[in-house]
């Protein structure tokens, strides 16, 4: 069987689909690396291959029984060495070394979402950042220069006399009979 080649992004992947299996089950390591021929030390991929192979070969031995109805002959046939070796495989090997590549794969999911969110923070801050440039550098030089012009405005119309005001009609009405 030719092994695909490794993407070496995570050597804890490679080495549990590529190299050895068997530090990723529950088993006893002399157990696992000895179980059939050797398949746990072959790595999760070839197990996976060596377990579809037999399975394959099992269901045609299943094809292959005569359908009668006595059930101790059809017990006999199928609980067989190569039933055993595939319910451990399936229950020691594929189930543990799946779970171990969804928790590497969890992993690594958090952590590029932690990254995503941690650039997205920073662009947020960023952006908060010019914000808050902009106000001092542009609007809030704005705001002082208009506020001090309607001060000044208001002063010089200070300095107008009441009796010009109440006398002409305009700024009577601008300046007395209009509620600020």
């Given at each position: ?58 269901r045609l031995h299943l094809d292959s029984l ?63 950042a010019i914000l808050i440039l902009i106000y ?45």
């Open positions: 069987m030719k092994t695909p080649a490794s993407i070496n992004k995570n050597k804890e992947r490679d080495a549990l689909f590529f190299h050895d299996l068997c530090p990723f089950t529950t088993m006893e390591y002399e157990y696992c690396s000895t179980f059939g021929q050797k398949v746990g030390t072959q790595g999760l991929y070839l197990a996976c291959q060596e377990y579809l192979a037999r399975i394959d070969g099992y005569p359908t009668d109805r006595n059930v101790s002959a059809v017990n006999a046939t199928l609980y067989t060495e190569e039933f055993d070796f595939l319910r451990i495989m399936e229950d020691r090997f594929m189930h543990d070394g799946f779970e171990a590549a969804y928790e590497m794969d969890f992993e690594e999911e958090i952590g590029i979402l932690d990254s995503k969110q941690s650039f997205n923070m920073a662009m947020m801050l960023v952006f908060v001092f550098i542009f609007y809030h030089p704005l705001i002082d220069n208009m506020d001090r012009q309607m001060k000044r405005t208001r002063g010089m119309l200070l300095l107008i006399p009441v009796e010009v005001l109440e006398e002409v009609p305009s700024l009577r009405k601008a300046f007395i009979e209009t509620k600020f």
